[in-house]
C-alpha cells in the first residue's frame, strides 16, 4: 500500500505497521507462557471499607513478565489474549489461583476475606463458561456461599448479548458467586442496566474520581451514583482514589468502598502478606 510522503500519514502508516508487529510478537509469546503459566503473576489491589475504614478485600489484577519482552501491561495483552482464543485458559488459571489463595486466607483469619476476579470482555460469548466456574470451584473445594468470590465484569461485555449475560449472570449469583459492574460509567451506561441486571456491586470508574474534588459535575455525578446504588441495594465501590481529598469526598457521600493508589498499589503476594500479615492492621 502507498503511503504519502506528508507527515501525518507517515505516522499513521508506522504505528500501524509497529502495532501489528507488536501485537505479533505477543500473541507468539502469550502462546507459549499460557501453557504453564510462565511469567504470569497474580497481583492484589486493596479495597477499603470507607466505614469501618478496614482493608478486608481485594481484588486479582494479572502480571506478566515475559522473557523477550520483559513486563506486558494487562491493558495490552488481555485484548490480543481475547481476540485470539487465549483468553480462556488464561482465566481458567487466574480463576484457580485466585480459588486456592481465599481459601488460604479464610483457613487462616488473613485480613483479606473477599477476592474479586476479573473476567474477559467475551466470557459471555463462552458456551461453557460457567461450568468451567463451577468446575474449579468444586476441584479448589471452594463454596462461594461460605467463601466470598466477586466476578468483575463490564457493560460492554454484557451489553453484545444482554439476555445470554442475564441467564449466565443469574446461574452464577444462585451458587454464592457475587457479581460487579466494572468500569461503571465509560460505557453506555443506562438506568435501564442498573434496573434489570442481576448484579451486587457497582465499580465507579476512575474516569469520574478523577476529577473529584475540583470539578463540580464529576463531584455531581458520582455522588448521585452513590445515591442511585444506595436505593437499589447495590455495594458502591470507587475505582482510582489516589488522593485525601477524594477520599474524604466519597467517605463523607456514603460510598461503601474505596480502590487507588491512595490506599494501595496491586501488590505481589509476598508485599501483601508483609503489610498484612498479621490481624492487626496499620
Ligand atoms: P480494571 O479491572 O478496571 O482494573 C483497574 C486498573 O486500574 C488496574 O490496572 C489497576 O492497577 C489500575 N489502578 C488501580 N488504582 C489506580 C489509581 O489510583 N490510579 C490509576 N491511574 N490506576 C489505578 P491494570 O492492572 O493495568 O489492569 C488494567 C485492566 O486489565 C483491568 O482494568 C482489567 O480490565 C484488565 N485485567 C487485569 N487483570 C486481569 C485479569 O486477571 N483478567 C482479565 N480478564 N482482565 C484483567
Ligand atoms: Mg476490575
Ligand atoms: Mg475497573
Ligand atoms: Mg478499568
Not at 213 to 240: C, F, H, M, Q, R
Request: hydrophobic share 40%.
Amino acid at each position: 500500500r502507498a503511503a504519502k510522503k506528508n507527515g501525518s500519514d507517515w505516522v499513521v502508516y508506522d504505528e500501524a505497521k509497529h502495532s501489528d508487529e507488536r501485537e505479533q510478537e505477543i500473541l507468539h509469546e502469550l502462546k507459549k507462557d499460557i501453557v504453564e503459566f510462565t511469567g504470569f503473576s497474580l497481583y492484589y489491589q486493596p479495597k477499603i471499607n470507607l466505614k469501618t475504614r478496614k482493608i478486608d478485600s481485594a481484588e486479582v489484577l494479572l502480571r506478566w513478565e515475559n522473557k523477550q519482552l520483559g513486563m506486558v501491561s494487562p491493558a495490552e495483552f488481555i485484548p490480543i489474549a481475547e481476540k485470539y482464543g487465549l483468553i480462556q485458559d488464561l482465566t481458567k488459571s487466574i480463576f484457580f489461583r485466585a480459588c486456592q489463595q481465599v481459601k488460604r486466607w479464610n483457613q487462616e483469619h488473613f485480613p483479606i476475606q473477599k477476592l474479586a476476579v476479573n473476567l474477559s470482555a467475551t466470557f459471555f460469548q463462552l458456551q461453557n463458561g460457567n461450568e468451567m466456574i463451577k468446575d474449579i470451584l468444586e476441584q479448589t473445594e471452594v463454596n462461594p456461599k461460605s467463601i466470598n468470590i466477586e466476578l468483575e465484569v463490564t457493560e460492554t461485555a454484557i451489553m453484545e448479548n444482554v439476555n445470554r449475560a442475564i441467564e449466565m449472570l443469574d446461574d452464577l449469583r444462585g451458587i454464592g458467586l457475587t457479581i460487579a459492574l466494572d468500569d461503571f460509567g465509560t460505557g453506555l451506561s443506562s438506568l435501564t442496566y442498573l434496573k434489570n441486571l442481576p448484579i451486587d456491586t457497582l465499580k465507579i470508574d476512575k474516569a469520574f474520581i478523577e476529577g473529584i474534588p475540583g470539578d463540580e459535575k464529576d463531584n455531581g455525578i458520582t455522588e448521585l451514583i452513590v445515591l442511585i446504588s444506595k436505593k437499589i441495594g447495590l455495594e458502591i465501590v470507587a475505582e482510582g482514589i489516589e488522593i485525601l481529598e477524594q477520599d474524604q469526598f466519597l467517605t463523607s457521600i456514603g460510598c461503601d468502598y474505596g480502590q487507588g493508589y491512595f490506599y494501595s498499589k496491586p501488590l505481589s503476594l509476598e508485599q501483601l502478606t508483609e503489610r498484612f500479615g498479621s490481624s492487626k492492621q496499620n
